[in-house]
DNA sequence: GTATTTTTCGAACGAACGTTCGACTCGAAT
DNA sequence: ATTCGAGTCGAACGTTCGTTCGAAAAATAC
């Protein structure tokens, strides 16, 4: 046996992978509804029972996609966190992971900003409940801001769900033509968040923060 | 004749918008794929094919929504701007007027915000365009303040449409039990924008504007 | 080689989809 | 009294939907 197939745990998880992403590719483009498990079967070139061996319904499709998306984030997150005390570089971090990811995988990010509500009750509450342990982590950092005294009057909950709002806006907008890059776009948004929240006498100004290996990034440019 | 229907052409009109209503309630829920004709035949009492009398195609329906939620937006905004000059307060009343609509009419604001994509060209460039004016006016508002030398180096189409994101993104996590209304909420959100592109030096503050006959709320409060 | 398990798929299920059509009602105009 | 057009609807059109099932094929174990 010179040829295929080395052992069959291996090539059923690299099939589901297969499946999974040609999956997200087609929510992302026509939406959850609007998509057709025949859509998927086009699209990954298995037949349309063939895709039923792989996940029992399409809801847990939907599921599969948006966990995997999530715990990708998060982990990533977790890793470039290590050993960062500071507030505003940490959210500074967050930021960055977050919009980086979302342009480096828009389609999955589509996917996670617009088709929640299809989830029903076993899958839903199970993304719900990463959700929020994702919008804790920076509700945290928040308010370590706030307790350092570098953060005016206002409603933290607000305050982050903005910050939120921002970064998950991108996708609507975001032509990589004519927009920046994730990092660049990424500090301008924390900029904005940060000297937005920010107490007005206190203030150190900006500090644009490096993470992984890159230099750090020149500063915002003001275009068009 | 003491009773009904004074005259037809009132009261076709009146059962359009009586459609309308439903309809954007039934889309708001099931999103616009997920919902089928029948969903809102039985939300408005109205039969299948009497719908149809109404307008043509599902499309067209959603199209008629969402032009009028729109129209409706900026119909208000331009009177509201009328004899103001000053850009940051423009901005402000922008911001003001877009999360009033938002949270007075959560449904019609919910269909506007994701099902975008599913229009067909004739009804997607419309839409798309009076989306763009809109778009226009905010971004023309935030010129003025770079000019007039009140804002920092920032691009000013992703500052533009992080505040947009900011106020579209209110729809997926506003509750009415716990986050403030809608005139507070805009004044945070104006101020975390206006603060987070605002020149360091030349700073007057935060300088919230009352609009309409109310008096000037009091300035955001921490709460949670 | 045979037995067993894992993987694949064609064909079909009933249900629901958007839309159409012809017939009906009924008040207004003649 | 009749004509007319606007408004309404039941029934059905053809299509597509998510899912199932039994059998074939491929891989693995014996």
Redesign the pocket.
């Known amino acids: 046996m010179p040829k295929?197939?080395p052992?069959?745990h291996h090539?059923?998880q690299a099939?589901l992978r297969h499946i999974l992403r040609h999956a997200t590719r087609v929510f992302s483009e026509k939406g959850y509804e609007g998509?057709?498990?025949?859509?998927i079967s086009r699209a990954t070139g298995?037949?349309?029972?063939?895709l039923?061996?792989y996940f029992?319904?399409?809801?847990k499709l939907l599921y599969l996609i948006q966990i995997h998306a999530f715990k990708s984030i998060l982990k990533r997150l977790e890793r470039r966190l290590a050993g960062v005390a500071n507030p505003e570089e940490r959210l500074r971090i967050l930021v960055t992971n977050h919009v980086e990811y979302f342009l480096r995988h828009p389609m999955e990010m589509k996917v996670l900003a617009r088709e929640e509500e299809f989830l029903e009750d076993p899958y839903r509450r199970e993304v719900a409940e990463i959700k929020r342990r994702y919008y804790e982590m920076a509700r945290r950092m928040f308010d370590e801001m706030r307790r350092a005294g570098r953060v005016r009057r206002v409603n933290p909950r607000v305050a982050v769900l903005s910050l939120f709002g921002m970064m998950n806006w991108v996708y609507k907008w975001h032509n990589p033509r004519v927009d920046p890059r994730a990092e660049h776009l990424a500090e301008t948004l924390a900029n904005i968040f940060l000297e937005g929240v920010a107490n007005g006498h206190a203030g150190r100004g900006l500090r644009p923060v490096a993470i992984g290996r890159r230099a750090p990034s020149e500063s915002a440019r003001a275009a068009g």
């Open positions: 295929t197939a052992n069959n090539d059923a099939k998509a057709s498990i025949r859509d298995v037949s349309l029972s063939g039923y061996y029992e319904s399409k809801q």
